[in-house]
């Protein structure tokens, strides 16, 4: 018989378990159902994918996100292990064949979501299945407690009435004691063993800097770091611009956004991974297959929406057990800003009732009617069309995504590109001597950089918007340049893919979930509220907070995180301070930002002490606003 240890060497390169894996493994193999809290990097999927390749049967897993199921299946194929995903791009006959391979074709894995389980076609499938494990990952998904809680999962117990010899498994990274309560009672899991490691990850050093100037403190840092790094932002654009500013100073960088391409994100993951650039400015798109040992520190320029979410991004440093470190950097600023839009980002039952009923009305569905089409979907269309705001609307969406009333597929969305064929004196020759074409030339000119050098994504709504035409005019002008020779258009329709799952029924619909959003928005809130505490908390020992909220307690300090050795060495004095300033200067002329990054006290007491020195006179100013003794 194949071991697990035989299995490891050949798929995964490993060759030891790290505990508890190698418990778990032997308690599924026993056919005992099994609950696994372990930190992010703790290799949860190697618990339930060995025992499937050692048992006979199907392996079936759950999971919320088609991204991460992609992910999975893409890496057991690489390993020549045949699994299948079961997404909404799918045909019926499709789907029939796939559940032909996993009864006759040697298929072991079955990865799908929890939404897709609904279906009484895809149930009756499973049915004829010989399962041998039901995995069910990011499993506190189940509880309305939980971070990212989803209501499709607390109709997973149907599982046990399809598959009723199959054991159990429940997977997650993040959950309190009362999360765990919820998965053990929603799964009816009845005598489940509970696997759970710690979150102290020793080797990690988390520190919050307060700062007014969060790009030149993330350079030093960076700089001073030199080694395979993640930088987390708040948006879109903060992630463009914070690479754009390390590459402008000379540091290896990619950025990386839900945004992309798949193949900009291939590119920008894959140049991280061979550290051809390694530093990855991203959002918290950037998380999954995140299979990195050597990140040697994690950066939060943003707030993490909650506790449960920093320490996964956090822990995605040092799982080389190498010393690493966990750095975020804010101010009052960027806190007050957090709460303010998080208030004005989150939508009310109200404005989710208001966008349901122009969402029919878009898509011209009656009272009473459920369409099995799956439609094209464009969230700017659909915002300008109603005047709506679109991070307020997509919010919206994703919360009657959550409560199982639509399915937004945004993996679906392709971008038109164009790139201009003429050199400049050639193309300002054409828009002389076509006067019709000039306006939109001259704005996709300002619009797009590197549009002569190589094809660039254009959104043609959002030019018709600007230019107050339709969507089809655009696209007629752009296919009439194409036909001249003047650039190279390539359309695309640059939607994502919606699909209604209830009737339409208005007021009725939304009232039905109210209470569910409403408490969904509080809790969310009050995770938010716990993050910023724990910024804001310079007293106690950062580990000790962490582990404090996942009811775990330690007695001792780590000794090493920024409240430990603001203990150690205590409030320096002015004298201090001012001394080390001086010395530091000498008869050169540095930045504050520098004198900050080279001395080891507090931006804040740096700062107050140089407002000192410049009132007595000490210190002054130069003409490229730097800072020199006066005495020299």
């Given at each position: ?22 418990a778990i ?101 499973i ?7 039901i ?8 509880s ?12 997973l ?89 390390l ?47 050597n ?28 010393k690493?470190?966990?750095f ?36 011209r ?71 019709a074409?000039?306006?939109?030339l ?34 007629n ?62 007293k ?93």
């Amino acid at each position: 018989m194949t071991t697990p240890i035989e299995i490891l060497q050949k798929f995964w390169n490993h060759n030891q378990f790290r505990p508890p894996q190698e418990a778990i493994i032997n308690a599924v193999l026993n056919a005992q159902n099994t609950i696994v809290l372990l930190p992010t990097g703790g290799g949860k999927s190697l618990c339930y994918q060995i025992p499937a390749l050692i048992s006979e049967g199907v392996c079936i897993v759950i999971s919320p996100l088609i991204a991460l199921i992609k992910d999975q299946v893409n890496s057991l194929k690489e390993k020549n292990i045949k699994a299948i995903a079961l997404t909404s791009q799918l045909s019926q006959d499709e789907i029939i064949t796939a559940f032909d391979n996993l009864q006759f074709g040697g298929y072991k894995f079955l990865y799908l979501s929890p939404e897709k389980l609904q279906s009484p076609f895809i149930q009756e499938k499973i049915k004829q299945l010989k399962a041998s494990i039901i995995a069910i990952d990011e499993a506190h998904c189940i509880s309305a407690w939980g971070h990212d809680f989803r209501p499709s999962y607390l109709k997973l117990a149907i599982l046990k009435e399809l598959q009723p010899t199959a054991t159990f498994i429940a997977l997650t990274a993040t959950a309190t004691s009362k999360v765990l309560n919820d998965i053990q009672q929603n799964l009816n899991l009845e005598n489940a063993q509970l696997f759970k490691k710690s979150f102290q990850r020793k080797n990690l050093i988390y520190t919050v800097i307060e700062t007014e100037d969060i790009n030149n403190r993330l350079l030093s840092i960076a700089k001073r770091i030199n080694a395979p790094t993640i930088i987390y932002t708040k948006s879109r654009k903060q992630t463009k611009d914070i690479c754009h500013f390390l590459l402008y100073h000379k540091l290896k960088s990619s950025f990386y956004h839900g945004g992309l391409s798949v193949e900009e994100k291939n590119n920008a993951f894959n140049n991280w991974m061979l550290e051809k650039t390694p530093i990855m400015v991203a959002t918290n798109a950037f998380g999954m297959g995140i299979d990195k040992a050597n990140v040697k520190a994690v950066i939060h320029v943003n707030i993490p929406d909650s506790l449960e979410n920093f320490i996964q991004e956090a822990g995605r440093a040092g799982r080389d057990e190498q010393k690493a470190y966990s750095f975020i950097l804010t101010n009052n600023t960027i806190i007050n800003d957090t709460e303010t839009k998080f208030s004005n980002a989150s939508p009310t039952v109200k404005y989710i009732k208001k966008t349901y009923q122009y969402l029919n009305s878009f898509y011209r569905i009656s009272y009473g009617d459920l369409p099995t089409e799956l439609f094209n979907f464009s969230l700017q269309e659909f915002c300008t069309t109603y005047q709506l705001n679109i991070l307020k609307t997509y919010n919206a969406l994703k919360v009657l995504e959550r409560e199982n009333i639509i399915l937004l597929d945004e993996n679906y969305s392709k971008k038109s590109t164009i790139q201009i064929t003429l050199n400049n004196h050639q193309l300002f020759y054409y828009i002389n001597s076509h006067p019709a074409s000039e306006t939109l030339l001259k704005l996709i000119l300002r619009t797009y950089g590197g549009i002569f050098e190589h094809a660039t994504f254009i959104n043609e709504f959002s030019l018709a918007n600007k230019l107050r035409l339709s969507k089809i005019e655009i696209i007629n002008q752009l296919t009439s340049l194409n036909k001249d020779g003047i650039i190279n258009y390539s359309y695309e329709d640059s939607t994502s893919k919606l699909l209604f799952l209830v009737n339409r029924e208005d007021d009725y619909t939304i009232n039905s979930i109210a209470k569910s959003i409403e408490q969904q928005y509080v809790l969310k809130f009050e995770k938010l509220k716990a993050s910023i505490n724990f910024i804001k908390n310079k007293k106690t020992c950062r580990n000790k907070q962490l582990l404090s909220y996942f009811n775990e307690i330690i007695t001792d300090d780590c000794g090493k995180c920024d409240n430990c050795l603001a203990k150690t060495k205590g409030n320096a004095s002015y004298k201090t301070i001012s001394e080390a300033i001086l010395t530091f200067l000498g008869i050169s002329t540095y930045t504050s930002i520098e004198i900050i990054n080279n001395l080891q006290f507090s931006e804040k007491e740096i700062l107050n002490t140089l407002k000192i020195l410049l009132e007595k006179n000490k210190i002054a100013i130069t003409s490229q606003n730097k800072i020199k003794r006066t005495d020299i």
